[in-house]
């Protein structure tokens, strides 16, 4: 069984702060990382993806992976509260082109 | 270029009767993919369409949803006989193919509520 675990959150920060997001995965097989902003109500929207280890930069965004831990975060710099949304991690494996998707984590950025 | 196109957008019905949702992915996409989103969920993946062959039905509770990609392009979810615990957003997605690396495309998705 594939498992993806994510702190279901809430994760508050202030306004301007960084926004840590973390996601780890079970199967070591996995080769393609993924992170999906959902905002309430709406569908999930790929933001970032990630596939060899270390940091991908995009904007405010980052995305870093680190296989031999089996770990996975997201950090958005200067946060805003348009950032407010369930953040869903998904990680596909080498064997299966299928997304295994966590629950997600809900940040709440305040002002 | 247009998103994936899903209707209705909410649907409430009675436990026991059926229901059938429709899906058009973008334009030269191959693979769609139908999932279940429960509240406070991921998305769980229940049918894999490869053109208009099934590729992964495994987590696809066949005694009560079945689904079909006619044409390799549109495709519908049908539940039959519904019941409480099938309420959640039934969310289609499409990818350009299917392999490592390939994201997805979600549509806005279908909020199923059965009383």
């Known amino acids: 069984q594939k498992e993806v675990e994510q702190n279901s959150g809430p994760l508050s920060v202030p306004e301007g702060a960084i926004a840590s997001l973390n996601c780890t995965y079970s199967d070591r097989g996995s080769q393609s990382f993924f992170w999906y902003r959902q905002y309430s109500g709406k569908s999930p929207e790929l933001i970032m993806s990630i596939y060899s280890n270390g940091d991908k930069e995009d904007g405010r965004f980052t995305a870093q992976l680190n296989k031999a831990s089996q770990y996975v975060s997201l950090l958005i710099r200067d946060s805003q509260p348009s950032d407010s949304a369930t953040y869903l991690c998904a990680v596909q494996s080498g064997g299966s082109y299928i997304p295994t998707f966590g629950r997600g984590t809900s940040l709440i950025v305040h002002p | 270029e247009a998103g994936v196109a899903q209707s209705p957008r909410y649907k409430i019905i009675e436990k026991r009767q059926s229901v059938a949702f429709w899906c058009n992915p973008i334009s030269g996409h191959a693979t769609l993919y139908w999932y279940q989103q429960i509240l406070g969920q991921g998305p769980k993946l229940l049918i894999q369409?490869?053109?208009?062959?099934?590729?992964?039905d495994s987590q696809l509770p066949k005694d009560r949803f079945s689904a079909e990609r006619l044409k390799g392009v549109d495709s519908t979810l049908k539940i039959q006989p519904a019941k409480l615990e099938d309420s959640a957003v039934y969310l289609c997605?499409?990818?350009?193919?299917?392999?490592?690396?390939?994201?997805?495309?979600f549509g806005s998705g279908t909020r199923l509520t059965v009383v």
């Open positions: 997605a499409s990818s350009l193919a299917s392999g490592q690396g390939y994201g997805y495309t």
């Open positions: 369409f490869q053109n208009n062959g099934v590729v992964d």
